[in-house]
C-alpha cells in the first residue's frame, strides 16, 4: 500500500510517500526561515508560508517517488497537537485530495508520528518498547505496548526541553532555531565548568522540569561582564547541554530498569542532538539493553512518520471521517 503523508504542524511543510509503512519512497520536508527575525515562530506567518508551499511540496513528493496520486492507496494528515492555522492547512489539503480521488483519509496524531519514525528504520524494535520523545513542544516518556497502545508515563511540568535548548541559545547569541548550534559551541566547552540544577532529577516518578533549568542559565548570564562572556560561552552551552541532557538520561533509564523494558527508542528534534544519544546508549548498554534512534532526516517533522503512523492506525481503526478537525493540544492515544 502506497500512503502519502502530510506534516504541517508547525513551521515544516513536509509531503512524503512510504510503501507498506516501512519503505520510504520520497521524504520531502521544507523548513521556514522567515522565523528567526522574530525569535521564535509566528503562527500566522508559518500558516501563510504553508499555503504558499504545499502543492509544490506535494507535487515534488510524487515526482521523487516516481508515482502519481492515482496510484496512492491512503492519504495521511497530521490532525494535532499542533499550531492550528499550519495544522488546518495540511489537513484541509489531505481532505480535499481524498474528496477528489477518493482515496480513504486518515487523521493522524503528531506525536504518534514521532513515536512510529523508529519503525521505518528498525524492524527488529519490540513491540513494546519505552519511548522518549522530545521536541521543541514535547517531552515525554511513553511506554508502548503495540501500535495505538500507548501509556504516558511522565511529561514536562513546565517548558519542553527542545524548547530550553532554542531559549538558551538565543540567550547565548546563537539566534534561533539554535538547538543545533548550541551542540556545536557546547563541542568546543568544558561541560563541567559549571553545576547547573537538575530540576526534579531525583524526585520519584518520572516527569521532567525545565523552566528552572533555563531560568538558572539567564541568571548566570546576568552576572557576567561581557569579556567573562565571551570567554565563557562554549563553557555555558557545554554545562547547560550536560544538565540537560543528564534529565532525560536518568529518568529514561530509570524507566526501562523499573518497567523491565529492554528496547529503548528516542525520537523528536532534539532526539538528533548526539550528546543525549551517546549518554543514553552508554547508560543503557551497561544495564543491557538497547537504544535505537531515527536518522537526522527523521527526527524533525516530517511527511513519512505521518505516513508510517497512518498506515499502521488505517490497518487497525480503518479511515477517519471527513468532519475530523484539527486538535492543537491533542493528547496522545486520545
Do not use: W
Not at 511543510?13 to 521564535?40: P, W
Not at 538558551?168 to 553545576?195: C, F, H, Q, S
Not at 533549568?213 to 552551552?237: G, N, P
Not at 541532557?245 to 529503548?264: D, F
Amino acid at each position: 500500500m502506497l500512503t502519502l503523508g502530510i506534516e504541517t504542524s508547525c513551521d515544516e511543510t513536509s509531503v512524503a510517500v512510504v510503501r507498506g509503512g516501512r519503505e520510504v519512497l520520497s521524504n520531502v520536508i521544507y523548513s521556514q526561515t522567515d522565523h528567526s527575525k522574530f525569535g521564535g515562530v509566528v503562527p500566522e506567518v508559518a500558516g501563510r508560508a504553508h499555503l504558499r508551499k504545499i502543492v509544490p511540496v506535494y507535487r515534488q513528493a510524487l515526482e521523487e517517488a516516481k508515482t502519481t496520486i492515482d496510484r496512492i492507496e491512503l492519504i495521511a494528515a497530521t490532525m494535532g497537537p499542533g499550531l492550528i492555522g499550519p495544522l488546518l492547512v495540511g489537513l484541509t489539503f489531505a481532505k480535499g485530495l481524498s474528496f477528489a480521488t477518493g482515496k480513504p483519509f486518515i487523521a493522524v496524531d503528531h506525536i504518534e508520528g514521532h513515536l512510529t519514525a523508529n519503525l521505518l528504520e528498525h524492524p527488529d524494535l519490540d513491540q513494546r518498547h519505552l519511548t522518549l520523545i522530545v521536541s521543541g513542544g514535547h517531552t515525554m516518556l511513553v511506554e508502548v505496548k503495540g501500535v495505538g497502545s500507548y501509556e504516558i508515563l511522565g511529561t514536562t511540568r513546565d517548558d519542553a526541553a527542545g524548547e530550553a535548548f532554542d531559549k538558551v541559545a538565543k540567550l547565548l547569541g546563537l539566534g534561533y532555531p539554535g538547538g543545533a548550534k548550541l551542540e556545536k559551541l557546547a563541542a568546543t566547552g568544558n561541560p563541567e565548568a559549571i553545576r547547573f540544577p537538575r530540576p526534579m532529577i531525583n524526585e520519584p516518578g518520572y516527569q521532567f522540569s525545565y523552566s528552572g533549568l533555563k531560568t538558572a542559565v539567564a541568571i548566570y548570564l546576568k552576572s557576567l561582564a561581557s569579556e567573562q562572556f565571551r570567554e565563557q560561552q562554549a563553557d555555558i552551552a557545554a554545562s547547560f547541554q550536560e544538565a540537560a541532557v543528564e534529565l532525560l538520561v536518568e529518568k529514561t533509564a530509570r524507566a526501562a530498569g523499573e518497567l523491565n523494558i529492554e528496547h529503548v527508542t528516542i525520537s523528536g528534534g532534539v532526539a538528533a542532538n548526539g550528546r543525549l544519544r551517546e549518554r543514553l546508549r552508554s547508560r543503557l548498554v551497561k544495564a543491557g539493553k538497547k537504544l535505537f534512534y531515527p536518522s537526522l532526516e527523521l527526527c524533525t517533522d516530517n511527511g513519512a512518520m505521518i505516513a508510517t503512523a497512518g498506515f499502521f492506525r488505517y490497518l487497525d481503526d480503518g479511515a477517519s471521517e471527513m468532519v475530523v478537525s484539527a486538535v492543537p493540544y491533542l493528547r496522545l492515544g486520545a
